[in-house]
């Protein structure tokens, strides 16, 4: 291929030499703002590459005169942030409940690490921010408490949970009145008509009548004259809109016949002890906290 320099007639310019089927390439120089763009960025990579780090290398790389490392400095800033809070966390651990709610400092801690854990642990069967699930799981942000809802119930149900095979679990049992032939079908009918008179929805008052004697000889012990419930043995109110298993009469009667009982994992085995006592106070504060 020929390679002769000339000049461009038309434009004025230099041609390259190169010409292929009578077409010449024009030797067009780059823009002046584009080539000091290139020398400053060639520039600024050899001062980079002098003080920072940068080349890698076999078993390393060049340090640099700065040096400087981000993975070094997150490791520092996660040590400083651990030896500050690790003061705060034991300080949790040492006292009671009533204590941390004591310290708005403590208590603001302990709401953050609980609300985090909640999520973590509770959440699945509670919902987000204790809202409860239906079929047996409780909202924890009401003031209705199965167990008691003052700081000590709700750290004894956390800690050692319900009905589970924990030997200082909280237990207890309704009897299945039907399945075991302790009540006739008809009597279940009249105590679910009593109970549904609680909430003012009877439709029977003759029913209602006939359920009184059943109910206040072989539920009363446990729900109260009134239905008003009985938190030492996990009996749930029942003069309330709040059901764990469904209001409707055929709920009541399901669970008269054949009770349903919520179980819950005992957590002291798996939390730690600052964990349980955020979450104590967490939970406290969602709703209800007697
Ligand atoms: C596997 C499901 C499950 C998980 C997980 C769970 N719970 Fe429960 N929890 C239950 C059930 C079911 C009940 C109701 C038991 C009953 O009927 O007596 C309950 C009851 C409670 C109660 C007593 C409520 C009352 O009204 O007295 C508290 C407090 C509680 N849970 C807190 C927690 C916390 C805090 C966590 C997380 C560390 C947690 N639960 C995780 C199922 C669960
Ligand atoms: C030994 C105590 C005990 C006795 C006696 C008892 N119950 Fe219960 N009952 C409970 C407990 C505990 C629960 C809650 C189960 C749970 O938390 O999962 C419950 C739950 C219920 C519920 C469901 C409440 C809801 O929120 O869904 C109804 C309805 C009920 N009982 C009716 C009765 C009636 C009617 C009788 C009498 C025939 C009776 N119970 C006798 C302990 C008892």
Redesign the pocket.
């Known amino acids: 291929m020929p390679t002769k320099v000339e000049k461009d007639s038309i434009t004025g310019q230099e041609t390259t030499g190169h010409e292929w089927d009578g077409i010449k390439e024009l030797n067009s120089p780059l823009p002046k703002w584009w080539l000091y763009v290139l020398y400053a960025t060639i520039v600024f990579s050899v001062i980079y590459y002098v003080l920072y780090p940068s080349i890698p290398g076999i078993t390393g790389y060049t340090k640099g005169l700065i040096g400087g490392s981000a993975r070094e400095a997150l490791v520092e800033k996660l040590a400083k942030a651990k030896e500050r809070q690790s003061a705060t966390l034991t300080q949790i651990a040492a006292l009671e409940p009533a204590g941390i709610a004591e310290s708005p400092e403590l208590l603001n801690f302990s709401l953050a690490g609980g609300r985090s854990?909640?999520a973590d642990?509770?959440a699945?069967?509670?919902g987000l921010g204790?809202a409860g699930r239906p079929g047996?799981?409780?909202s924890?942000a009401d003031d209705?408490?199965?167990?008691?809802?003052t700081l000590e119930?709700?750290e004894t149900?956390?800690r050692y949970?319900?009905?589970n095979d924990n030997d200082d679990s909280?237990i207890?049992d309704m009897p299945a009145f039907g399945a075991d032939e302790l009540l006739e079908p008809a009597q279940i009918a009249d105590l679910a008509e009593y109970l549904l008179a609680f909430t003012d929805r009877a439709e029977d008052q003759d029913a209602v009548a006939r359920g009184e004697e059943p109910y206040l000889e072989n539920c009363a012990a446990c729900h109260g004259e009134q239905g008003e419930g009985l938190?030492e043995l996990?009996a749930?109110r029942l003069n309330d809109q709040i059901w764990?298993y469904g209001g409707e009469r055929e709920d009541i009667i399901a669970q008269i016949d054949k009770p349903k009982?919520?179980?819950?994992?005992g957590?002291e085995a798996r939390?730690d002890e600052t964990t349980i006592k955020m979450?104590?106070v967490?939970?406290h504060t969602l709703g209800g906290g007697q």
């Not at 209705?144 to 809802?149: E, N, Q, V």
């Not at 009982?261 to 994992?265: I, K």
Request: hydrophobic share 45%.
């Open positions: 854990a909640f642990n509770c699945p069967c509670h204790g047996g799981f409780p924890l209705a408490w199965i167990w008691g809802g119930d709700i149900s956390i949970g319900i009905r909280r207890s938190p996990g749930p764990l009982q919520g179980v819950m994992p957590w939390l979450l104590t967490y939970v």
